[in-house]
């Protein structure tokens, strides 16, 4: 069993639907982030949490520190949020920071 | 703002070659991270330097070797490529100093690599 595994693996939704993808972890950790890849391309942080409750415009993320849980969740989707989503958590303790990474997501919206 | 750069962004060898990727952060970022992403296995770390002048080995670092050239750069080097290495690799730095880190982690575009 992986460290940390994403659910779903895939996921297609239409323009304008509320998207969850969800984050769960085996080990504690110190901190849990939520990545982007679009296509072909780059990777993007879009958040770093430890726990509570982060908003940035239409993405919001949440943790559950007790759970080992986290989720992503994306209002009002649009065909530009197609691309894969990946959480991450560092371990605690003594971790330099490294990243332990999930699967990924890889969502589709279509218009 | 040119953040951590990857050079290059393609390249095919052949098995046997040597090569060496080239990463260079601009943001004064004291740790590095080289990782590879393969389809099916997500992003797995190869080598990491927690600081300057200092390296450590990741979840998959057979065949490669790295060197912390200064806090600016981290070159990852596989000495005689196989097949079996041909992955997207990225390069990413964050401010953590050692220890435990709560710091973002930011990545360059991506190496694609081919092993023929």
């Known amino acids: 069993k992986n460290e940390v595994e994403q659910s779903p693996q895939n996921l297609t939704a239409q323009e304008g639907e509320f998207i969850t993808i969800n984050c769960s972890y085996s080990?504690?950790?110190?901190?849990l982030h939520w990545l982007q890849q679009h296509p072909g391309g780059g990777i993007v942080s879009l958040f770093m949490?430890?726990?509570g409750k982060k908003k940035h415009g239409r993405l919001i993320a949440t943790i559950n520190i007790q759970e080992k849980h986290s989720s992503l969740h994306i209002t009002a989707s649009h065909p530009r949020d197609s691309a894969v989503y990946i959480c991450?958590?560092?371990?605690?303790?003594?971790?330099?920071?490294?990243?332990?990474f999930g699967q990924g997501t890889i969502l589709t919206v279509h218009p | 703002n040119a953040g951590v750069t990857q050079t290059p962004k393609f390249q095919v060898l052949k098995t046997g070659q040597s090569m060496t990727l080239q990463c260079a952060q601009d943001?004064?970022?004291?740790?590095m991270y080289w990782y590879r992403q393969d389809p099916g296995m997500g992003l797995r770390l190869i080598y990491y330097?927690?600081?300057?002048?200092?390296?450590d080995k990741g979840e998959v670092p057979n065949g490669y070797n790295v060197s912390r050239l200064n806090k600016r750069e981290f070159s990852l080097r596989l000495e005689s490529a196989a097949p079996s290495q041909t992955s997207v690799y990225f390069c990413?730095?964050?401010?953590?100093?050692?220890?435990?880190?709560?710091?973002?982690?930011?990545f360059g575009d991506g190496t694609r690599l081919s092993i023929l």
């Open positions: 943001m004064n970022h004291n740790s």
């Open positions: 990413a730095s964050t401010r953590s100093t050692s220890g435990t880190s709560n710091q973002p982690q930011h």
């Open positions: 991450a958590v560092i371990a605690g303790g003594t971790s330099y920071g490294k990243l332990t």
């Open positions: 080990v504690g950790i110190s901190a």
């Open positions: 330097s927690a600081s300057e002048g200092t390296t």
């Open positions: 949490l430890s726990s």
